[in-house]
């Protein structure tokens, strides 16, 4: 199995600060068809979690631009321009590269 | 935009069958080479996938659970279903069903259910 290893694993950060996470992992991410199935998602408190971005650097429909992903094969980062207080919540990197698809183990973002 | 709902018993016996339903609307199950997961999330801990089905029928499991678990689809009410046989506390989780998954699209759980709560008791 991949294994998707995130740093750190809580992140506190002052409103209209940046924010960044890391994610690395045990393999590379490119699949054979050229794409690399990286994704991040947001879970906030009582809630189930949300796209924000797909293969690394791909914002879904309805995220704020101040989220942004980047990376390559082994290394992925996402960005948060100026946290919200509606950024509250954990975040993970997920692969879909290789059955089974596996997760980070979440970055909890909150308020200093 | 797609929309998904689980639903299905919140309270299971040990040794007995979990089974659980999404619900898809808003667009068909059966649109374009997708496939649709289930994952879970035990109390207080982090994301586990399940496994998946493509709208074709074929599946894929995360190995721990291959033995006991089976995802299928019912196109022609455009939903997917998860058993999970001789559940045990260790079970207890909120489950999702997400999708859907394309590898031309996303390539990720492009939307999820709210979620369901089932705790494994007797």
């Known amino acids: 199995d991949i294994v998707m290893t995130q740093t750190p694993l809580s992140s506190p950060v002052t409103l209209g600060q940046p924010a960044s996470i890391s994610c690395r992992s045990s393999?590379?991410?490119?699949?054979?068809?050229?794409?690399?199935?990286l994704s991040w998602l947001q879970q906030r408190p009582g809630q189930p979690p949300r796209l924000l971005i797909y293969?690394?650097?791909n914002r879904f429909s309805g995220v704020p631009d101040r989220f942004s992903g980047s990376g390559a094969g082994t290394e992925f980062t996402l960005k948060i321009g100026r946290v919200e207080a509606e950024d509250v919540g954990v975040y993970y990197c997920?692969?879909?590269?290789?059955?089974?698809?596996?997760f980070g183990q979440g970055t909890k973002l909150e308020i200093k | 935009q797609l929309q998904l709902h689980e639903s299905g018993p919140g309270l299971v016996k040990p040794s007995e069958t979990l089974s659980l339903t999404c619900n898809v609307s808003?667009?068909?199950?059966?649109?374009?080479?997708?496939?649709w997961g289930w994952i879970r999330q035990p109390p207080g801990k982090g994301l586990e996938w399940i496994g998946r089905?493509?709208?074709?029928?074929?599946?894929n499991y995360n190995p721990p659970l291959t033995s006991r678990v089976t995802i299928s689809v019912d196109a022609s009410k455009n939903q997917f279903s998860l058993r999970l046989s001789s559940v045990t506390a260790a079970d207890t989780a909120v489950y999702y069903c997400?999708?859907?998954?394309?590898?031309?699209?996303?390539?990720?759980?492009?939307?999820w259910g709210q979620g369901i709560l089932v705790t494994v008791s007797s």
């Open positions: 089905v493509s709208n074709s029928g074929s599946s």
């Open positions: 997400a999708g859907p998954v394309s590898g031309s699209g996303s390539g990720s759980f492009d939307y």
């Open positions: 293969k690394i650097s």
């Open positions: 808003g667009g068909s199950i059966s649109s374009s080479r997708y496939s």
């Open positions: 393999q590379s991410l490119v699949h054979s068809n050229g794409n690399t199935y």
């Open positions: 997920m692969q879909a590269t290789q059955f089974p698809y596996t």
